[in-house]
């Protein structure tokens, strides 16, 4: 896995404890200078953020966006993000 030049943006990792984040996952982010943290147990709302985030990314994208390469996705991904975060500032009380 490479993070290429966007590694110095991440500091830290917070895992849901699921089986995808493994010895080898988190010992490529130490060698990133990425410190990981588990969430605690049975606290649904603790990883809130990340997952509908996440969740409105692989609704939303993948069955409107054909991706050509890592360069295209990274691209549409720093768009959706950027979209994402102005609705959240427009909507804020």
Known sequence: MDLGDQAHRV??????????FTA???????DAGIRTGLCNVRT?????IAERWT???????PDRTLIWNQA???RILRE???H????RRRNAP
């Not at 969740?55 to 994208?61: D, I, P, T, W, Y």
């Open 72 to 74: 295209h996705l990274r």
């Open 55 to 61: 969740g409105g990314c692989r609704r939303e994208l």
């Open 80 to 82: 959706y993000e950027n």
């Open 24 to 30: 080898a996952f988190d010992a490529v982010l130490a």
């Open 84 to 87: 994402h975060n102005q609705h």
């Open 11 to 20: 500091k830290f990792l917070i895992s849901d404890r699921g089986p995808d």
């Open 44 to 48: 649904p709302r603790m990883n809130a």
